[in-house]
């Protein structure tokens, strides 16, 4: 392994688990649907997708794929843009009454996220909705032993939920987002065809290659697995790991295309070797991230997505308020990242080099300031929001969004540095505007 980030610590872990789906990438790939099905054993099918999704070419390739292989199937399209509770209760009764052996997702993470609820909660169905989220939010209630098998169709270049264990859910009640990770949850196959990049507006490829890069910054500046408590059960090892000899590979090379190609990304949507690397960059972040689990930037966004108000986001069908998931991670990044690369600044200034920063004359120290110039440069060259107040937050917001994002606790403590309440505030104070 080599890397002293690693090294042991007395009581920590010293095992590092890695799960990912059977993966494939490429155009066209979309039209093997079918025949993956068919030899993952599936013969009625629950096919997930969105309404915008519903009537396109995408979906149309994956319906004809599955037909032409002689399955049959349904289609559930009852998603929000962002999963929330309500939807995976009306997917748990579309999966409970539907007879399906298997589950097609077509669509971005919101998609993918309540296609796996979905499952768990048709098959499964706890007496309260959150008894199988961790405490103290849920009952931590134990998962069935096995769920259907899943193919996920990624159509956006940032969740990388295709490759995760992980379910993000809006709890509408709560006004806020919470995380579903369980092994069971990681789809059994991922198709990932670049072509459906081709059609996604600026505004959409600038969130969700933010998220990406924000999946892939996290994880490579996460705390090393070695300094979580050793969990001498398999069956009980969160997924939340922490950083990894893993997931530093693959946060690595997804760094370096979220530096490379965002900004051209965004640029044209004629630009096929820019979409297509974030398409799989995409899956990288996601590859990284599932095994590791994201930090501050993560759970900092909780707090301005539960908080927000009239409020709208180009390139997106929605009414507002809403920010998409991507601009809520990035808007307080800079600031996170200037935070944290106190703790361990070699870390940072590596991943100011992946993403392509200006280093003249760096030294370690400098690395939360280069790295936060280097993510500001990029939300300016594309259109992002400047800070909580592009998205409609001042000072006096701070100490609610401060109190909202605290309750995010694992993610919390999977960051470099022991953040308290005053560190989230002092953080949310120093990202209003850059
Ligand atoms: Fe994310």
């Given at each position: 392994m080599g890397c002293q980030y690693f090294d042991p610590c007395q009581g920590g872990a010293d095992t590092f688990t890695v799960a990912i789906p059977k993966y494939t990438f490429g155009r066209g790939c979309l039209a093997e649907a079918g025949a993956r099905a068919a030899g993952l054993g599936m013969s009625r099918i629950a096919l997930f997708t969105d309404p915008g999704l519903r009537d396109g070419p995408y979906v149309a390739t994956v319906l004809d794929s599955l037909q032409s292989a002689g399955l049959d199937l349904a289609v559930f399209d009852e998603i929000t843009i962002e999963a929330d509770d309500a939807s995976v209760?009306?997917?748990?009764?579309?999966?409970?009454?539907?007879?399906?052996?298997?589950?097609?997702?077509?669509g971005g993470?919101?998609?993918?996220?309540?296609?796996?609820?979905?499952?768990?909660?048709?098959?499964?169905?706890?007496?309260?909705?959150?008894?199988?989220?961790?405490?103290?939010?849920?009952?931590?209630?134990?998962?069935?032993?096995?769920?259907?098998?899943?193919?996920?169709?990624?159509?956006?270049?940032?969740?990388?939920?295709?490759?995760?264990?992980?379910?993000?859910?809006?709890?509408?009640?709560?006004?806020?987002?919470?995380?579903?990770?369980?092994?069971?949850?990681?789809?059994?196959?991922?198709?990932?065809?670049?072509?459906?990049?081709?059609t996604l507006p600026a505004m959409v490829v600038a969130s969700t290659g933010f998220d990406l890069l924000c999946h892939a910054l996290e994880c490579y500046t996460a705390k090393a697995y070695t300094r979580w408590e050793k969990q001498p059960d398999p069956g009980k090892r969160p997924l939340i790991q922490?950083?990894?000899?893993?997931?530093?590979?693959?946060?690595?090379?997804?760094?370096?295309?979220?530096?490379?190609?965002?900004?051209?990304?965004?640029?044209s949507a004629d630009d096929h070797e820019a979409r297509d690397q974030l398409m799989w960059g995409a899956s990288l972040a996601g590859m990284a991230f599932g095994n590791t689990g994201t930090h501050l930037g993560h759970a900092l966004s909780y707090g301005v997505t539960h908080l927000m108000q009239d409020v709208t986001t180009e390139g997106y069908r929605m009414v507002s308020p809403f920010v998409p998931h991507g601009i809520s991670v990035i808007?307080?990044?800079?600031?996170?990242?200037?935070?944290?690369a106190e703790a361990t600044p070699e870390r940072?200034?590596?991943?100011?080099?992946?993403l392509q920063s200006d280093l003249a004359g760096a030294t370690p120290a400098d690395s939360g300031e280069i790295l936060a110039n280097r993510i500001i440069g990029l939300m300016q060259k594309t259109g992002a929001p400047n800070g909580l107040a592009g998205v409609g937050f001042g000072p006096e917001d701070v100490p609610a969004l401060a109190k909202s994002s605290a309750r995010q606790v694992r993610?919390?403590?999977?960051?470099?540095?022991?953040?308290?309440?005053?560190?989230i505030e002092n953080i949310y104070a120093a990202a209003i505007s850059y």
């Open positions: 209760e009306r997917g748990a009764i579309f999966v409970a009454e539907g007879n399906f052996d298997g589950v097609v997702s077509v993470g919101s998609v993918m996220d309540t296609a796996k609820a979905s499952m768990l909660y048709g098959l499964q169905p706890p007496a309260d909705f959150l008894d199988y989220f961790a405490p103290p939010l849920g009952a931590g209630k134990a998962m069935p032993a096995k769920l259907l098998p899943h193919i996920a169709c990624a159509t956006t270049s940032g969740t990388g939920s295709e490759c995760t264990s992980i379910s993000v859910l809006r709890i509408n009640h709560m006004s806020t987002k919470f995380v579903l990770a369980n092994p069971l949850l990681l789809p059994q196959e991922a198709l990932v065809d670049p072509v459906c990049a081709e922490g950083a990894n000899p893993w997931s530093d590979l693959a946060a690595r090379e997804a760094l370096e295309i979220a530096g490379k190609y965002l900004e051209r990304g965004v640029a808007v307080s990044a800079p600031s996170i990242f200037r935070y944290t940072h200034l590596e991943a100011a080099t992946y993610a919390i403590n999977n960051a470099p540095r022991e953040t308290n309440l005053v560190d």
